[in-house]
Structure formats: structure tokens, C-alpha cells
């Protein structure tokens, strides 16, 4: 589509690859019968975890799994935590919890509180797991760390317990999630974590969503193809169609309008999550498309029924954010740092349970938390950077994180990414979009 203010171009969502003769899924069934409870409501493991199977459960050998966002790498790291509990199972089905730790390393506060109710989950009640988090959110006393099989942790407080015995003296494996996303200052952080992990042979290295999996080898100081799987867009289970609008001039209004209109285009059928690049943005954004409903009387399109309305007004008595509190009611939401930790989780879990039918985030949430989502839209391709001055574009990493948002399995048969820009980088995002979308290593 071409208008005089702005270029709109479509990419149509591809169909997965069917499974080649020698694939064969792994079923649940057939795998040691002490696991299985960890997959609980599966039948089979997908195809980028079949094929990581044998060496991530079965073997202790440092790996790197490169795949799409939504391919299934959380259970791949739940493969090779099962394989360290296994090392510390007795023949009765007990474990000798008090003689290893894990590390699972999240990149933001978001994806490690969202690891630790997964883990949590699956692993507690089941097998007597205890998992907690360290952060800036969380900090852990001895006693607590001593009692703690899996910690979670930010790469900076990691960082900061490096040399502390306590915290370090038992782990026998790391995993390092998201790894795509700890680029430029934080590179430094990832580095340090990695080279103290390497001088100690007793400890496996698990990375995951590795957009650049040879560099990270060389962090290995290994054989950068032992251990190495990289699954390119054939592996992704539910495909994206996707769209990319150039808009013509630096035109705020035109960019909130053609926002709302891609939001009304999916009210009432699928839930939207929208990405800006700021705080403040969530709120502009947020409040420009509930009043735009509200001068088109479309605002009771975002709700999905009468018992969300309900469960909408009770939770908006609950929250502290008095910008939530205004969008609630009528089905939209924002998600940002600037909230206490209560009201984003309270947001997360009516967004998952469908009562939030149009949530405007800013790109943490794109960071792991598994969310329904059916349509994302990147409203606004640029970022302030403090140290330059001045916007910046957002990282590619970044923008690939947040279209892989849509669509997932679980929830959909295919999702839709929509990135709006400026017309000067139309074709840098189209460029990035097609290779996404057909990318064949």
C-alpha cells in the first residue's frame, strides 16, 4: 500500500517445513520415566528439542542453541537441569538436593521472575526443587542461598557474587538465557560470567537464543561446532506474516493513527501487544488509542466479555499505577519499569488469562514472558541513548525479539508482526523482516 504520507509493505507468513523422513519426534513417553513430570501436559518434545535431546539430557557437554523466539529453548534448558539432577539421584526417585546448584542467568528482571514461576512450577511440588531469584528486584541471605537449588539472577548480580564462595562453590551447571540481548556494555558482563565459568572444567555452560553462535564459542575457548545447534526459521512452529509501514515525515499523529488502526483491526478477535521505546511513550500511546476509541465509539471493542469487565474493575481498585487505573476498565493496560513489581505481574496475568485485549509495553516484556499474543506492533523505531545524546536506532536483536513475541504455538496458528518507522529506514527493517521470515542457513 502507498499513500502520499506513508509506504506500507506486506510479507506473508511462511509455512514451517514439514518433518524430513529421518526426524523423529521424541514422546514423552519414551523418555526416562523420572523426567517425565517436568513435561507435564506434553506428549512429545518439538523438532529444535528432539534434536537437542541426546546431548542436552544425556551427556554434561557445554552447548549452544540458536533458534527462533517461541521455538521451545526453555525446555531445552529444562532438559539439561534434569540432567545435573540426575547425576544426584538415589534408586528410590530422592535426590541429594544440598550437593549442586544451578545458575540460570536472565538478562532483565522480567524474563527472570517469569523463569522462576516456570521453573517453580514444574520442578517444586514435583521433585522438592526449590528455585529463587537474585536481582534488583531480589537479594538472597545465606541461609536462603544455602537452601536453594536453582538460582536465577540478572547478569550484573551474578557478576557481583563471582568471587563469593557461597554463592559459587556448588554450581555444576549455568545457563545463560537470551544471550542475543546482552550486546554492547553489558557484552562485558557476559564475558566475565563465561571466563570465570571456563577455568572451572566441573561446570556445563548452557546459551541460548544465540544470535552469533561462533563468537560466543570463541568466549568457550572450545570447538566452536562441538556443542553447537543453530535452527534457523524452518524450525518455528507457528509462522508470522508480517508488515512494515515507512511513514514520510516525523509525524507523531499520523504514527498514533495508523497504530489505532492496526489495534481496531485485530479488536475483538486477538489480543495486541504494542512495543515503544520509553516509559513515557507507554502512557502517550496507551491513552492516544482509548481516546481515539472513545471520539469513534469503538472503545467496548477491547473488551472481551462481561466477566472481564468484572475482573477488570476489581483489579483496577488493587493497582497503584493511576495510569493503569484509568485503562483497565476498558481492556487496555501498560507494562513498564516505572511500575512496582505488583502491578506489572498483575498486568502480565490478566494480559495471559485474555482479559487485556491491547497492552503498549516497553521492549523488557519481549525478554521471555510467554504472553498470548497474536499481533505485535513496534510503534517507533528509535531509542534515546544518554551516552550519545541524542535517538539512536533500536537494535536488530531487539526488533527480531519483539516480532518473535507473536504467534505462539500454544495459543495461535499464526501471528502478525508490524513495525512502524520512519520512510528512510523502510527498507533497513524490510531487509531485516525478510531475512527473518526467510532465512535458510
Known sequence: MYTNDYEEVNVPALKPDPLSAEEKLVKISAMPHWTRMAFDGLTELNRVQSKVYATALFKSDNILVSAPTGSGKTNVA??????????????????????????????????????????????TQQYGVTVMELSGDKVLNRQQIEETQIIVATPEKWEEKLDNLTYTRLVKLIIIDAVHLLHDDRRRVLKS???????????????LSIPDSNDVASFLQDDQKKGLFSFDNRYRSCPLAYQCIGIKANNPQLMDAICYEKVIGSAGKHQVLI???????????ARAIKDTALANDTLSMFLKDETSREILREHTELVRNSVLKDLLPYGLAIHNGGMTRDDRESVELLFAKRHIQVLVSTPTLACGVNLPVHTVIIKGTQVYKPEKRGLTEVNPLVVTQMLGCAGRLQYDTYGEGIIITEQNKLADYLSLIKSVASNRN
Open 275 to 285: 512495543f515503544v521505546q520509553s516509559k513515557k511513550e507507554t502512557t502517550k500511546t
Open 193 to 207: 560470567i563465561v571466563a570465570s565459568t571456563v577455568r572451572q572444567k566441573h561446570i556445563r555452560l548452557v546459551g
Open 78 to 123: 529444562m532438559l539439561t537441569i534434569l540432567q545435573q539432577m540426575g547425576l544426584h539421584r538415589n534408586e528410590d526417585d530422592s535426590f541429594n538436593h544440598s550437593d549442586y546448584k544451578i545458575l540460570y542467568v536472565a538478562p532483565m528482571k522480567a524474563l527472570a521472575a517469569e523463569v522462576v514461576r516456570n521453573l517453580s512450577n514444574r520442578l
